[in-house]
């Protein structure tokens, strides 16, 4: 996987766990905020339906109270009941309205609506007999117009009871607040059917019975519960404000105002009924008593209503906050990538670039970043010292190549240096054989000859008689002597010459093996510069593994061209080892063909000499043959000197005798220097040759 990718899927999973939980947030508060706004719309709902429960009991107890009169109802009862229909049928719409907002609303709001049809009505029932005197009204509606009332108002509890339920699954702050709303209502509600009881009583103006004061005794009880519990609730929620002021107001208007009413009544109830009240002012200060207990209820209604709108504010804010962060993590991100990808990614595609060309070959590359400063800039730098090896490298190729050139080059001159040298010696010992097989004829002529002088000469002595007979004869064999001796001489230059030549071309020759000595000690030094160069670049291919190494999965593919060059240098290395081998070889070959040259040149001398001395030998018989012709033509004027020319002749052959077995020996001994050279010439050119 390229780093590119890596790293897009990295910051992709970081961003994406950041975004997720930055949306998390935002669904939390959108969450919270719709919870707030559901839970709101429940609480205005169930206000609402508060109020049409509670208009509808004020309804009641107005018309309720108008039946239990003996007369009929005045136009001020009746337009009290108009007014009170009127509030009722407005709360009815509102309710209607609030339910309809809700998500099951439409449920709700048939419920409500078929409950206030029903109210409508009972209302139309109970208005007729309202403006009729009790005589002629109907018993049975009087009796059951407050209970079947009752019933109707009651029907709104499941409502209640089901928004009261939403509103603390919703927001359980508000829900508290609905909760002590309802105990209220139900404080009021039971607090209404103990004013029934009371308004019943004082419309009687008589003893109560005993079961309707044990059912006063029972409403005040539970009066007294309801109350207990909305008190505890109310210190739970550590309400104060306007929901305090309710409370002490309730507490002063019902709880000592009204009770003192209610136990001038009971007082009176117990012993004649004459309470001395009128009914009329007893339910206006009973309603004002009464109606004060909900002012706990609209207290914890606008305080559920106040909570849940700062519920929604706060939500709404924090899901604001929460969408700018989603939005300012996604910059964030957006950004990070940008500058990673421009600072990093984008870089280092550029360097595997100008790796993949370092590679194939591409040395004119120019490498950016070697001046920052961060894991970029090493990388860089290491790539520049990979290229300025690669460029010593085939700097050092090339210089190689061209040292190999100049070393074929001189190898072709060697090898013709060599084959001219091997067909001048060729030459030249063949010149020496020839001569040394001519010198060794001339050395067996010259000793047949004094042989033969010696024979004439002791014929000569034994006949002195016949010594003038055969003047002619000796006259004849001694010019023959002369003419060998004469071609013995010339022999003997030709032979001193091959050999002053074999001399020359000796000498040229330690000359040549001497410059072919200092060549191979020049080829050495260049050998002994390329192990140097060797060294150095298996120093350089080493401290790049070091710096691959050290940048990781990065610096893989500089790992692998270190390892080349360094496996290149000790390539390199053992190529010049071996070489310097076979130049140290070369040199002890050179030095031991000088030294067998010199050697050569040394017998060349020798035999010069032996040959120089033949031809003093040759010149010293010619002189002897030339007296013995001149002896030979004194012969004819006497004899008396043949004994002594006779001698002088037996002389002479021993002395040519000897000179032409040391003649012989020389030529014999030039042979055997010249094949022995010839040998050692052979061995230095296989020498040279397989080198």
Request: proline share 1%; net charge negative; glycine share 6%.
């Amino acid at each position: 996987m390229r780093i590119r990718t890596l790293f897009v899927l990295c910051i992709s999973i970081a961003g994406a766990i950041a975004v997720a939980v930055a949306l998390s947030l935002v669904i939390q508060q959108y969450n919270r905020q719709n919870d707030a706004q559901i839970a709101h719309a429940h609480v205005a709902a169930f206000a609402a339906v508060a109020r049409i429960a509670e208009v509808t009991a004020l309804e009641r107890g107005t018309v309720n109270a108008a039946l239990l009169q003996e007369k009929a109802a005045d136009q001020k009862v009746l337009a009290k009941i108009s007014a009170d229909a009127a509030t009722t049928d407005k709360a009815f719409a509102a309710g209607l309205e609030a339910l309809g907002r809700l998500p099951n609303g439409k449920a709700l709001s048939g419920r409500a609506e078929g409950i206030a049809k029903r109210w409508r009505e009972g209302r139309e029932r109970a208005l007729p007999a309202v403006e009729l005197p009790d005589s002629r009204r109907d018993a049975a509606l009087v009796k059951d117009y407050s209970a079947s009332m009752a019933k109707l108002i009651a029907e709104y509890t499941p409502i209640l009871d089901e928004m009261e339920t939403t509103v603390l699954k919703r927001n359980a702050a508000a829900g508290d607040l609905i909760s002590l709303a309802r105990l209220t209502m139900d404080l009021r509600a039971t607090a209404g059917n103990r004013g029934v009881l009371m308004t019943q009583l004082v419309a009687a103006d008589e003893p109560a019975t005993p079961a309707s004061l044990e059912k006063a005794a029972e409403l005040a009880g539970r009066v007294d519960e309801l109350w207990t519990r909305v008190q505890t609730l109310v210190r739970q929620l550590g309400a104060g404000g306007e929901l305090g002021d309710a409370v002490a107001t309730v507490k002063q208007r019902y709880f000592s105002e009204g009770l003192a009413l209610y136990d001038t009544v009971l007082k009176a109830a117990r012993v004649d009924g004459r309470h001395g009240l009128e009914l009329a002012d007893f339910r206006a200060r009973q309603t004002a008593f009464l109606q004060a207990i909900l002012q706990i209820r609209d207290a914890a209604v606008a305080e559920g209503l106040k909570s849940l709108d700062e519920e929604i504010a706060d939500a709404r804010l924090l899901m604001v906050e929460a969408g700018l962060l989603t939005a300012a993590i996604a910059a964030a991100i957006f950004v990070l990538a940008s500058v990673f990808n421009r600072r990093v990614i984008r870089p280092l595609n550029g360097l595997a670039l100008l790796m993949e060309r370092l590679a194939k070959g591409d040395l004119e590359i120019a490498v950016d970043g070697v001046g920052r400063k961060d894991e970029v800039g090493m990388l860089a730098r290491s790539l520049e010292v990979f290229k300025e090896a690669a460029v010593t490298n085939r700097r050092l190729e090339e210089e190689q190549h061209a040292e190999q050139i100049r070393k074929e080059e001189r190898q072709k001159q060697i090898e013709e240096y060599i084959r001219s040298f091997d067909r001048s010696v060729s030459e030249v010992l063949g010149g020496m054989a020839s001569a040394s097989s001519e010198l060794s004829h001339t050395a067996e002529s010259m000793a047949a000859l004094a042989d033969q002088t010696n024979a004439q000469a002791t014929a000569s002595a034994a006949s002195a008689e016949q010594t003038s007979a055969n003047v002619q004869t000796v006259a004849a064999a001694t010019e023959e002597m002369a003419a060998s001796i004469q071609e013995i001489g010339r022999q003997v230059a030709s032979s001193t010459s091959i050999a002053s030549t074999a001399a020359t071309q000796a000498q040229q020759t330690v000359e040549s093996v001497r410059g072919l000595a200092e060549a191979a000690n020049r080829i050495g030094e260049v050998v002994r510069l390329i192990q140097d160069i060797a060294s150095q670049t298996n120093l350089l291919a080493l401290n790049a593994t070091i710096e691959a190494a050290r940048a990781g999965e990065a610096g893989k593919g500089f790992a692998v061209v270190a390892s080349e060059v360094k496996a290149l240098a000790n390539q390199t290395s053992k190529a010049t080892e071996e070489i310097g081998a076979q130049i140290a070889a070369v040199q002890m070959a050179t030095q031991g063909t000088v030294h067998a040259i010199d050697e050569i040149g040394t017998t060349i001398a020798s035999i010069n000499e032996i040959a120089s001395a033949i031809a003093a030998a040759i010149e010293e018989q010619n002189a002897t043959t030339g007296e013995i012709t001149r002896n030979v033509q004194q012969a004819a004027l006497g004899t008396r000197d043949v004994s002594g020319t006779i001698v002088q002749v037996n002389e002479a052959a021993s002395q040519t005798g000897t000179a032409a077995t040391q003649v012989l020996g020389a030529s014999r001994e030039l042979s055997q220097q010249a094949e022995a050279l010839h040998r050692e010439v052979g061995t230095f050119l296989a020498q040279i040759r397989a080198a």
